[in-house]
């Protein structure tokens, strides 16, 4: 860019970034998912897996290299937590995927679900989404981006008064005893609170709170905890989306049989509320919710960033 005034070019130097991730990994399922691994400037590797639904795309991206929540059913969390994304190493896997497929309009869908809790890297997601959404950059809606959260309720209550994104939460348990022992993060912010922060959640123009539940064999898929789930969410609205749980490697959990699955949906259907039972996708290539899992070993010297920062020419 030498064409550049000098002075401009000194303050692009100070004040942007020209980045780009390395694809270090692009891995076609049976299904159509896709999931591509990303090597960071520091070497490690994180993923994102763009879905194909009927008339539509939906792309899951990753803000954390693996992620300090410590819930027991995920294998992201037997990572541990090495570091936060930046923003452009978020926004970019949105923008990479983008240009192979050639058309912002073929990602409809934008969820912050893959590797990491998004609310634990709470400005670096917020400016990702700031780039998103900008006219100039990728100029999606926030309407068509969710944000999943395991429950800090904080961070909750702050994404919902800055944007207008749309929010899923990690439920997965009707009691803070059981919730408490899958997921760490009850501990510190328990149903109550949890419960309370959703139900102030500013909903104008986004209808509905997604609701995630994981169903665990023998765990948390009684005609009990259906119940308890429907009072829970009674005054809010929500729509729930049933997960099946994805086995990997040991874990120490098996997955609800299709009819434990069906007759727990209908408990919930039958009090008008709404649950979706979501298909599992990208199975085979551990591309589905909970699978997404690196090694650490760190490549440092094999990195490829392309530029990180411009050098004046001359
Ligand atoms: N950290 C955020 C978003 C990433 S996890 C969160 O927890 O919400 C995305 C979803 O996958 C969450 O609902 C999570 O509970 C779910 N998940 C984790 N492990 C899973 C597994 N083994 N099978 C199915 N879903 C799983
Ligand atoms: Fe982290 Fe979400 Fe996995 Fe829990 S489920 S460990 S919050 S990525």
């Excluded at 100070?14 to 694809?23: E, N, P, T, V």
């Excluded at 939906?58 to 937590?81: D, E, K």
């Excluded at 986004?206 to 009990?224: A, F, K, Q």
């Excluded at 727990?264 to 589905?288: E, H, M, N, P, V």
Aim: proline letters at 5%.
């Amino acid at each position: 860019m030498s064409n550049l005034p000098s002075g401009l070019r000194k303050g692009l130097e100070q004040d942007a970034l020209f980045s780009r991730l390395k694809l270090e990994q692009r891995q076609v399922s049976v299904d159509g998912t896709v999931k591509y691994a990303w090597r960071l400037r520091d070497g490690s590797v994180v993923e994102s897996v763009l879905i194909p639904e009927k008339s539509h795309n939906t792309l899951c991206i990753s803000t954390q290299v693996g992620c300090r929540m410590g819930c027991r059913f995920c294998l992201t969390a037997r990572m541990g937590y090495r570091r936060d994304l930046a923003p452009d190493e978020i926004a970019l896997q949105a923008l990479h995927v983008i240009e192979e497929l050639g058309d912002r309009r073929r990602v409809r869908n934008l969820v912050f679900m893959g590797m990491g809790e998004p609310l634990d890297n709470y400005t670096n997601v917020v400016k990702s989404i700031w780039i998103l959404t900008d006219p100039l950059g990728l100029d999606f809606s926030q309407r068509r981006i969710t944000v999943s959260t395991s429950g800090i309720v904080p961070m909750i209550s702050r994404l919902g008064m800055e944007l207008d994104v749309g929010l899923a939460v990690s439920l997965h348990a009707t009691t803070d005893e059981l919730r408490s022992e899958l997921m760490p993060i009850n501990r510190r912010y328990p149903l109550g609170e949890l419960i309370q922060a959703l139900r102030s959640y500013p909903l104008s123009r986004r209808r509905r709170i997604t609701i995630e539940y994981l169903l665990l064999s023998g765990v948390n898929d009684s005609r009990e905890d259906a119940k308890r789930l429907v009072s829970l969410v009674r005054s809010i609205p929500v729509k729930i989306n049933l997960i099946p749980f994805n086995p990997s490697q040991p874990i120490g959990f098996e997955p609800t049989s299709e009819t434990g699955i069906i007759a727990f949906q209908k408990i919930l259907t039958s009090t008008g509320l709404t649950a979706i039972i979501r298909k599992s996708k990208g199975r085979d290539i551990s591309a589905a919710c909970g699978q997404l899992h690196r090694e650490l070993a760190a490549r440092s010297e094999s990195v490829e960033q392309s530029a990180l920062s411009l050098q004046p020419q001359g």
